[in-house]
């Protein structure tokens, strides 16, 4: 028989928007520039410099992003046909697809980061939004909508659209799924399938009693993006502010995480993002980090990230507790590592011991909150000595907040400069506990709140371009991305000079 180039295609496609298919250079930090809008760069420039496109062969990537990892081993183990394509190459498999599922992050620009960038600069749409809306804009989505076509939407930012239930009707979206999909896929696929999904709510809701237990969720089967795997879900804190907190609490055994971690290096990656809401709390339930059940966990990503590991997230007081888990960590991943550091998000959000009582009543366990300060300043020196790079969010504009709690927050910002650290202020956003709250309007900024934007911008700038130099060293690129992204902080700086902002 003839062989021919036909690209294979599948009932289920499942894809993400073009800020999210993509490695971001290998910098999980540069990620954050998917949340601006295309100011004062083109979009075609930020492209190229934040969320270049993920290699793929016939419009399959090679490595995708983890979340859709998840989803497509769920559906293959259970016998169902599906695919992961990069969003720019869905012409090629819609035609013969009956459901297309994305994944989504920030579809409206609406989370904190995306939204405390757009209502400070003011110049619209971010680009997750835009790439996000530009998959269902598209001539192929629509013509094959009409030809029968399901569209379901999942992932972390599914939140967004139940403020925008008219958004969800005029395009054709026919279920949104909140929360843990794996045990409720198969049945929500079935349904859009054989019945058509007129028995499906538009938003569904997944309920605690259908949050999959450990063994209920696959491995995935096919490398993800960085290298990124989870070890665990959940957060014991409890921050009001946070949809995490009401997720229950769960983590990976060994074995589980080594089979994920094959599969990523069996295709070439030696680098990777241990992922958790707080990595140093691996294997407890509780908010005393335990070295015995860390450093095996460790060692695991050491065998087979021989090139280095990063984390996603971890915790001021998880650090202040167990500071050999830093020491630690720097000696199995940074020894050998092409990079100089790695990168952690972790969340400062105030300077405030009051408002750490008020709001996030768990954050400085096992301290106490009227030690909050001094704690995020031991964390930094502790990160700092151990070559780890903190990206640091403050939340400002939350309910409780008050004038005392920022100005708390501006000393810290002075005492924490020297640290290497960068600063990202987030506008408060009602979700978890607050999500009835009001939504924090850029109009309602005080001076309090203007003067610790300026400081973070300065911040920004000053370690942007000590971090910028440091970075991607042995990639055969690095010097032309690094060149343009130094370029990129001066024309910030020009910028907020012309603006007194810094
Ligand atoms: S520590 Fe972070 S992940 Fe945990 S509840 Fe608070 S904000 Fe959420």
């Known amino acids: 028989m003839k062989k021919t180039n036909q690209p294979k295609t599948a009932d289920v496609l499942i894809t993400a928007d073009r800020t999210l298919m993509s490695d971001h250079h290998g910098s999980e930090f540069l990620g ?30 090679r490595a995708a992003p983890y979340g859709l990892r998840k989803i497509e081993a769920t559906l293959l183990k259970n016998g169902l046909d599906a695919l992961v394509v990069d969003p720019d190459h869905l012409c090629r498999y819609l035609p013969n697809t009956k459901v297309l599922a994305i994944s989504v992050m920030d579809p409206f620009g609406w989370g904190p980061a995306s939204s405390t960038f757009m209502k400070i600069l003011k110049k619209g749409d971010v680009f997750s939004s835009i790439f996000f809306k530009k998959i269902l804009n598209s001539k192929e989505v629509k013509e094959a909508k009409e030809n029968g076509l399901k569209i379901l939407v999942g992932g972390p930012g599914v939140w967004e659209f139940k403020h925008a239930p008219e958004f969800v009707d005029k395009n054709g979206i026919d279920c949104v799924v909140n929360g843990e999909a794996e045990l409720v896929l198969l049945e929500i696929i079935k349904q859009l399938v054989d019945d ?41 804190r409890g921050c009001k502010f946070c949809e995490v907190a009401l997720r229950k609490l769960r983590w990976y055994p060994l074995d589980k995480v080594e089979k994920e971690l094959i ?37 695991l990503f050491a065998k087979y990230y021989t090139k280095g590991t990063e984390w996603s997230h971890t915790s001021i007081a998880a650090v202040c507790a167990c500071p050999k888990a830093v020491e630690k960590a720097n000696e199995l991943f940074i020894h050998g590592s092409s990079k100089p550091w790695f990168g952690v998000e972790i969340g400062i ?39 780890v790079v903190p990206a640091c969010t403050l939340i400002t504009g939350l309910p409780e907040e008050r004038e005392d709690d920022i100005i708390k927050t501006l ?54 371009r000590d971090l910028v130099r440091g970075y991607n060293k042995g ?26 902002l810094v």
């Not at 954050?363 to 995020?376: C, D, Q, S, T």
């Not at 990639?475 to 902080?489: D, E, G, K, M």
């Open 32 to 61: 954050f520039a998917t949340c601006i809008p295309p100011y004062p760069l083109r979009t075609s420039i930020s492209k190229s410099l934040f969320f270049p496109p993920i290699k793929n062969t016939q419009g399959i990537p």
């Open 196 to 236: 058509n999904g007129s028995d499906l709510p538009k938003f569904l809701d997944v309920p605690m009693a259908s949050t999959p237990e450990l063994e209920e969720i696959p491995e995935i089967i096919a490398p993800s993006i960085n290298g990124l795997i989870e070890i665990g879900r959940g957060c014991p």
């Open 263 to 299: 599969v990523n290096t069996k295709n070439g990656q030696l680098t990777g993002i241990m992922h958790a809401e707080d990595v140093l709390l691996y294997g407890v339930k509780g908010v005393n980090p335990d070295l015995d059940k860390l450093v095996p966990m460790f060692e």
């Open 349 to 387: 959000e105030t300077g405030s011991p009051s408002l750490i009582k008020r709001a996030m009543p768990a954050k400085a366990k096992p301290f106490k909150a009227e030690e909050w300060p001094e704690l995020v300043e031991k964390s930094l020196g502790i990160l700092q000595d151990n070559s």
């Open 411 to 464: 000393e810290l910002l002075d005492d924490i400069k020297k640290y290497r650290a960068l600063i990202v202020p987030l506008f408060f956003v009602p979700l978890g506990r607050l999500k009835d709250r009001d939504w924090f309007s850029a109009e309602e900024t005080n001076d309090l709140q203007k003067e610790l934007l300026k400081k973070c911008l300065a911040n920004g700038i000053h370690w942007g």
């Open 475 to 500: 990639h055969v690129y690095s010097p032309v991305v690094n060149r343009s992204l130094l370029a990129f902080i001066n024309l910030l700086e020009f910028i907020g000079k012309r603006k007194h």
